[in-house]
């Protein structure tokens, strides 16, 4: 078995609009996970007692369950009420994973981390809200868990080929879509993990750069 470059060549345009899908639902489904990591947050410190435990046994379920079933159940039964189900297209619900995820941590743990005496401090000074969140808050979170946002992001990234269980058109399925019709399969797959080696390492140096210039300990 010799490597083709003609060949290579060729599929390499397939597999970079699979790496563009990719990319797409690893940053939606991020932005995704920041947001109902944060709405999460804010439900947990609801004064109802049932309330949180409700909210904490939920996440729990969700953390310790694996990726694919959900996948399964948010695609297949969630989508598919009111609708019939159908095959997607190539390039049709690429993001369609809200589950892609409640798995991390992130922002979060970082407003655990935001010092007691500070929302103390806070309420003594009668701020609004908004301000509480938006000015003492949520600055010092973010600073406090860039590590982690960035090294979440970097696995949202490598777990996207989960998305093939449900024929969404990213890397490893362009990659499975050309090698099934040409039955050349060495060409294909190992350009989609020198892909993921690349993004991968450019995301890591970024996010390191970004830890040095904002982090906080």
């Given at each position: 078995?010799?490597?083709?470059?003609?060949?290579?060549?060729?599929?390499?345009?397939?597999?970079l609009?699979?790496l563009?899908?990719t990319?797409?639902?690893?940053?939606?489904?991020?932005?995704?996970a920041?947001?109902?990591?944060?709405?999460?947050?804010?439900?947990?410190?609801?004064?109802s007692?049932?309330f949180?435990?409700?909210?904490?046994?939920?996440?729990?379920?969700?953390?310790?369950?694996?990726?694919i079933?959900?996948?399964?159940f948010?695609?297949?039964?969630?989508?598919g009420l009111?609708?019939?189900?159908?095959?997607?297209?190539?390039?049709?619900?690429h993001?369609?994973?809200?589950?892609l995820?409640?798995?991390?941590?992130?922002?979060?743990?970082g407003?655990?981390?935001?010092?007691?005496?500070?929302?103390?401090?806070?309420?003594?000074?009668?701020?609004?809200?908004s301000?509480?969140w938006?000015?003492?808050?949520?600055p010092?979170a973010i600073?406090?868990?860039?590590?982690?946002?960035?090294?979440?992001?970097?696995?949202?990234?490598?777990?996207s080929?989960?998305?093939?269980?449900?024929n969404?058109?990213?890397?490893l399925?362009?990659?499975?879509?050309?090698?099934?019709?040409?039955?050349?399969?060495?060409?294909?797959?190992?350009?989609?993990?020198?892909?993921?080696v690349?993004?991968s390492v450019?995301?890591s140096?970024?996010?390191?750069?970004?830890?040095?210039?904002?982090?906080?300990?």
């Open positions: 078995m010799s490597w083709d470059w003609h060949y290579s060549g060729e599929i390499l345009p397939d597999l609009n699979g563009r899908y990319l797409t639902a690893t940053l939606l489904g991020y932005v995704i920041l947001v109902l990591g944060l709405v999460w947050t804010l439900l947990r410190r609801s004064p007692r049932v949180n435990q409700v909210v904490r046994w939920v996440t729990e379920f969700i953390r310790s369950t694996p990726l079933p959900q996948l399964y948010v695609f297949f039964v969630l989508l009111g609708r019939h189900h159908r095959v997607p297209h190539r390039g049709h619900d993001a369609r994973d809200p589950l995820d409640l798995h991390g941590r992130g922002v979060p743990a407003i655990a981390d935001v010092p007691k005496g500070q929302w103390e401090a806070c309420t003594a000074l009668n701020l609004p809200r301000r509480v938006l000015d003492v808050v949520l010092q600073r406090r868990v860039i590590p982690t946002l960035g090294n979440y992001l970097i696995a949202m990234f490598k777990d080929p989960m998305l093939l269980a449900i969404v058109a990213e890397l399925f362009s990659a499975y879509q050309v090698g099934s019709k040409s039955l050349q399969f060495l060409e294909p797959i190992t350009m989609v993990g020198l892909l993921f690349v993004v450019i995301s140096i970024l996010v390191r750069r970004l830890e040095r210039r904002y982090a906080t300990n």
